[in-house]
């Protein structure tokens, strides 16, 4: 374990922004790091409004895996607590961020997670493209000193673990859940469905 946490700490320090790095691409990985998340909602969203059943099965059963990946993310934040580099004074710090446990991460989680639930839901393009960004703001937070690499490979492992807990219950709940929640948007999005604004 203390190669593997060498290992770790000698690949951040190789990716941490330097002192003198450059001011344009600190902000740019700031910006990064922080707002892009918020392209998954988005993306969810988007599949839904404008999608056919088969999207909006996928951006329900996304929903899932993200949700059980970040609960498992913070059971194993409380098994086995793993410091950010900051916290034992490694690195260069960029980023304001809590003191708490870094693995996994949860962002590489959430990007992993749709990404991988979009593949086989046969949305190839959308999950290449969803990894994509997700690897952008993995090295986003690894070189604004708030994770370190092993946090982003723990999240994959997350991920994975997620979409399988998801198979069963989908398998069973899926399409009835669908269903229930198609009739429920209908109701809601009646006057802008009407209008031709968003799919039926």
Not at 40 to 48: D, E, K, Q, R
Not at 108 to 130: I, M, N, Y
Not at 137 to 146: P, T
Not at 178 to 190: I, P
Request: aromatic letters at 10%.
């Amino acid at each position: 374990m203390q190669q593997v946490e060498a290992l770790n700490q000698a690949l951040f320090l190789a990716i941490n922004a330097h002192p003198d790095a450059n001011p344009l691409t600190i902000d740019a990985a700031i910006v990064i790091a922080v707002a892009l998340i918020y392209l998954i909602p988005l993306l969810l969203v988007g599949l839904w409004l404008w999608g056919d059943e088969r999207k909006r099965n996928a951006a329900l059963r996304a929903f899932l895996v993200v949700s059980i990946g970040i609960g498992l993310n913070q059971i194993l934040a409380l098994v086995w607590p793993h410091p950010r580099p900051f916290m034992i004074g490694l690195g260069q710090t960029w980023l304001a961020h809590a003191a708490d446990s870094s693995f996994p991460s949860d962002h590489a989680t959430v990007f992993a997670g749709v990404g991988v639930t979009l593949l086989f839901a046969g949305e190839v393009g959308l999950a290449c493209a969803t990894w994509a960004v997700g690897l952008c703001v993995a090295w986003a937070r690894i070189y604004l000193g708030v994770h370190f690499p092993l946090d982003m490979l723990g999240a994959l492992g997350v991920a994975a673990v997620a979409y399988a807990i998801t198979l069963p219950l989908w398998h069973a709940l899926g399409e009835p859940a669908t269903r229930f929640v198609q009739r429920l948007y209908r109701q809601v999005m009646a006057w802008p469905i009407d209008r031709g604004w968003v799919h039926r």
